[in-house]
Structure formats: C-alpha cells, structure tokens
C-alpha cells in the first residue's frame, strides 16, 4: 500500500466515524419550538415587555378605587403619603419584574422599619420590602430585599440614601386545585446585581400580624404600599412568563 492509500483509508475511516458521531449527537438536537427574538438593548425596555412607568400613570390606580394620586414627574413615581396604596390596572400570574427604587436621606429620628419604607405585593399579598436598610438595624426578615416576615435575604447590598437601588425579580405564583394549594409560590430577587433570594418558597401571605396562609386567588395586579414615606420608583417593567 503506498503512503497515498494508506493516508486515504485513515481520513476515509475518521470521516466515517465523525458521521457516525454526528448521527448520535442528532438524536439529542431539538429543532422546534424556536424561541422568540427579544429586542434587549442596554437600558431599555425589553421588547416583549410591559412599561409600568411610560410617560402617565395610565397603568395604575388606587387600591381605594379611581386614580393613582402619587406624584409622577420625569419619569419618577414617589409615594404621596396618606393617600393609599396603587396597583396595576392589569392582573399577573408568573412574572420577571423590573424597578429602579430610591430613599431619601432619613431624618434624625428615623430607624427601623420607620426609614423609609415602602413594598412590592406581588398579586396583591405577596410583599417584596422596599426599605432604608443602610446601616440601619431591623428585624432581618423586614429588611430590604426580604419576603417580609418570611425569608431574610443572603446579603444586605443596600445603596446609600439618595441612591437608585434596583431590584429584578423572578416571581412564580401559587397555583391551586380549586381551593387547595397545589404549588407554592416561589421568588428570586436580585439586588443591584447580587442574588439575595434565590429561588426561595413562599409561605402564603405576607403579613404584619400572623401567620402566613394561602387562599386560592388567579392572577391579580401588582401593588405599590404608601407607608408614609417619600420612597420613588422609575423604569419599572414586567414580562409575564
């Protein structure tokens, strides 16, 4: 055999095997469904999103019933205290969220939940806490980035006062049989790039006073809590899942 043939029947004998390869590893190929193209430029709004803060508050009203009276100048929404919490006119189920979210600078006497607070429900019974928790001690499990009373976050990655904070969201809501819970809830919470709930169960209800506890519902809005506080949010979006 010359050096030529010999050559031959080693390529002839790797293509063979590379095409025997290639057949195995198609078997695992899934060609459909194709996913959807998302337009995601850097700083803007997904295409396929939600804007929950375009140019009006247009999206929300208030949990009392008629318009959101929160103040909404440049693109900014700030609490307007003593008029009530706001939700979102349109219900969700499973969502990623996104909100940009600011503190003032705490007068003296503030501390504890009382530094500017404020809170995301998602349907309306889920809280994700919105706080001043910049140095600045509370329960952990009520601190910013926390499912209030249920689950402290892994980290504190607060932002000084006057500072944007941000908060992208993964939210799976509950789903029931009828009137039974047939899954819990489940949430992921990423604070200004750092993971501080990941993939955490919800417990039910996130209340003041009590027990959590879990009452079939569908999908419902997502709610902004007026504590009191000049708390102001903007660039806020949402993809339903």
């Known amino acids: 055999m010359t050096p030529m043939a010999f050559a031959d029947n080693t390529e002839s004998a790797e293509q063979l095997e590379r095409a025997e390869r290639e057949k195995q590893a198609a078997k695992t190929e899934v060609w459909k469904p194709v996913p959807a193209v998302v337009t995601a430029k850097k700083n803007a709004v997904p295409s396929d ?94 601190q910013a980035g926390s499912v209030y009373k249920q689950t402290i976050p892994l980290v504190n990655a607060m932002r000084a006062p006057g500072e944007w904070q941000e908060y992208d969201i993964i939210f799976k809501a509950p789903v029931f049989d009828g009137e039974a819970l047939e899954s819990p809830g489940y949430i992921t919470v990423i604070h200004n790039g750092v993971v501080v709930q990941n993939h955490v169960e919800i417990q039910g209800t996130t209340e003041w006073i009590g027990a959590p506890k879990y009452k079939a519902h569908g999908c419902e809005p997502i709610q902004l809590q007026d504590h009191g506080n000049l708390v102001s949010f903007k660039n806020m979006w949402v993809r339903e899942l």
């Open 49 to 142: 999103a939600i804007p929950l803060l375009a140019n009006d508050l247009s999206a929300w009203e208030s949990v009392k019933g008629g318009d959101a009276n929160w103040q909404f100048v440049n693109g900014e929404l700030t609490v307007k205290p003593g008029t009530g919490d706001i939700k979102t006119k349109q219900g969700f189920c499973d969502v990623q969220l996104h909100v940009e979210w600011k503190v003032p600078q705490p007068e003296p006497d503030m501390e504890g939940q009382q530094r500017n607070n404020s809170g995301i429900f998602f349907q309306q019974r889920y809280e994700i806490q919105v706080l001043d928790s910049y140095n600045n001690a509370t329960y952990p499990n009520g």
